[in-house]
């Protein structure tokens, strides 16, 4: 009769994990250089956000705001955004773009 082979290495006890670094209460997270970084908006892009050079972030915040109070998002899908006549320039033609498709065709409007 064959005997049973036992297992030599029996399963380790799960390791713990060190606590994660804590960061202190007042600290504040250091915004990323490139958001930051001032930029000139096109001609089609200044008719809604203003001539002067803004970071890319208040860029996407001031054509936020122009969508709100001309009520230009789908009421029944609120990531689609519908074009009117200044924004259409801007989503390449497009009449109605994604909230995703927004950023990416606004940073092309920008130097």
């Known amino acids: 009769m ?3 082979k036992t297992t030599a290495a029996k399963k380790a006890p799960a390791a713990k994990k ?8 007042g600290a504040k997270r250091k915004p990323n250089a490139a958001f930051m970084k001032e ?6 892009l200044a008719a809604i956000v203003g001539n002067k050079p ?14 709100k109070k001309n009520n230009l998002q789908d009421a029944k899908n609120k990531r689609q955004i519908n074009a009117d006549d200044k924004l259409k320039p801007i989503f390449g033609g ?18």
């Open 54 to 67: 803004l970071p890319r972030t208040q860029v996407v915040s001031k054509i936020w705001d122009y969508i």
């Open 39 to 44: 930029m000139t908006p096109s001609p089609e």
């Open 94 to 111: 497009k009449k109605s773009v994604t909230m995703f498709e927004m950023t990416a065709l606004v940073n092309k409007n920008l130097s």
């Open 2 to 4: 064959a005997a049973k």
């Open 18 to 25: 060190a606590p994660a670094a804590k960061k202190p209460a």
